[in-house]
């Protein structure tokens, strides 16, 4: 995957996912009219988060963070608006956290490195989101000492009960910090925690909205 979209390519045809992070032109670009946060934001840093919602024809849903917890904007882009992509993969791909100049600083950055030791013993295909992975991908400094470490593992098939126990516990003993991940199953997500302690119906996050689901991997995405 080229982390700049080629000048032959399509956006059109450009794959996008939850947490993915847009490069985009301006505030422009964007469907609704936003707040005035909005501009100050992107002024800073153009970048946009693709939300889980239903997509419309040629458009993706989209958020725009502020630089507090209550200044999010949800929107819809334009495809031929975005100019990059980069996918929280990716961002394990290039250890792009190790260039991050406040990863001594950042205890949520810094954990990185144990969190990618733990998931190759696990074989998972992960990457950081949230504030975490916005800076590292941004390289705007919004996360914090107390920011809690989003995470996203792509896992289109099933994972055992025995496996997610086994890596919740590692995350939770080894980790200085709280950790927040999402199982990504292709249709939508379930978080790890809830996984874990067994509980059913589980939570199912999805393009149109939360369900509770008895079998998370056999919902039609």
């Given at each position: 995957?080229?982390?700049?979209?080629?000048?032959?390519?399509?956006?059109r045809?450009?794959?996008?996912s939850?947490?993915?992070?847009?490069?985009?032109?301006?505030?422009?670009?964007?469907s609704?009219?936003?707040?005035?946060?909005?501009?100050?934001?992107?002024k800073?840093s153009c970048w946009?988060v693709?939300?889980?919602?239903f997509p419309r024809?040629?458009?993706?849903?989209?958020g725009?963070?502020?630089?507090?917890?209550?200044?999010?904007?949800?929107?819809y882009?334009?495809?031929?608006?975005?100019?990059?992509?980069?996918?929280p993969?990716?961002?394990?791909?290039?250890l792009a956290?190790?260039?991050?100049?406040?990863?001594e600083e950042?205890?949520p950055i810094?954990?990185?490195?144990?969190?990618?030791?733990?998931?190759?013993e696990?074989?998972?295909?992960?990457?950081?989101?949230?504030?975490?992975?916005f800076?590292?991908?941004?390289g705007l400094p919004?996360a914090?000492?107390n920011?809690?470490?989003d995470?996203?593992?792509?896992a289109?098939?099933?994972?055992?009960?025995?496996?997610?126990?086994?890596?919740?516990?590692?995350l939770?003993?080894?980790l200085?910090?709280?950790?927040d991940?999402?199982i990504?199953t292709g249709?939508?997500?379930?978080?790890?925690?809830?996984?874990?302690?067994?509980?059913?119906?589980i939570l199912?996050r999805?393009?149109t909205?939360?369900?509770l689901?008895?079998r998370?991997?056999?919902?039609?995405?």
């Open positions: 995957m080229e982390e700049v979209l080629s000048s032959c390519a399509s956006p045809l450009i794959e996008v939850p947490h993915d992070l847009l490069r985009i032109k301006s505030v422009d670009d964007l609704q009219l936003p707040p005035a946060w909005v501009y100050t934001s992107l800073r946009v693709v939300r889980r919602s024809e040629g458009m993706v849903p989209v725009v963070r502020g630089t507090s917890r209550d200044q999010r904007f949800a929107a882009l334009s495809r031929e608006a975005i100019l990059e992509r980069v996918t993969e990716e961002l394990v791909r290039r956290w190790m260039k991050n100049g406040r990863r950042i205890s810094r954990a990185l490195d144990l969190v990618g030791r733990i998931m190759l696990f074989g998972l295909q992960w990457g950081p989101s949230g504030s975490v992975g800076e590292i991908a941004t919004i914090t000492m920011s809690d470490l995470l996203v593992i792509r289109p098939n099933k994972l055992s009960h025995d496996l997610c126990r086994r890596l919740c516990n590692r939770a003993d080894e200085p910090v709280r950790t991940v999402l990504e249709a939508g997500a379930i978080a790890l925690a809830e996984y874990v302690r067994g509980d059913l119906p199912f999805s393009a909205g939360p369900k689901v008895y998370p991997w056999h919902i039609a995405g």
